[in-house]
């Protein structure tokens, strides 16, 4: 279910994207899930790379990176919204973090 961000205390992400074809405005969702809950935080239009902050129930925080071009051109889809939650789900379940970057400044 996608959630409205009130657990990490950040607001959905909407960003420009200058890809193929008119620039488009991309909503980057928040998901409130069962166990887990993950919240934008920036966008790496260089890369495709969308960075969340993962919540796990019992408290603890972690960035989690996710491919957002590999779901769609312009980023405008059905697919960006089911894809990323697959992939976050994944990191979430993990229990640790997929990547290196950590935002400044840091938001725990």
Wanted: include cysteine; proline fraction near 8%.
């Amino acid at each position: 279910m996608v959630g409205d961000a009130r657990r990490v205390g950040l607001q959905l992400g909407a960003v420009p994207h200058q890809g193929p074809g008119p620039p488009v405005t991309v909503v980057f969702p928040a998901y409130d899930e069962d166990g887990w809950s993950a919240c934008f935080e920036s966008y790496d239009q260089h890369g495709g790379d969308v960075y969340y902050v993962v919540t796990l129930d019992d408290g603890s925080r972690f960035m989690a990176c996710a491919d957002a071009e590999r779901y769609g051109d312009d980023l405008s889809g059905p697919e960006l919204v089911s894809g990323l939650r697959d992939s976050l789900e994944a990191v979430a379940r993990s229990g640790r973090t997929n990547t290196r970057y950590v935002p400044f400044p840091p938001l725990w």
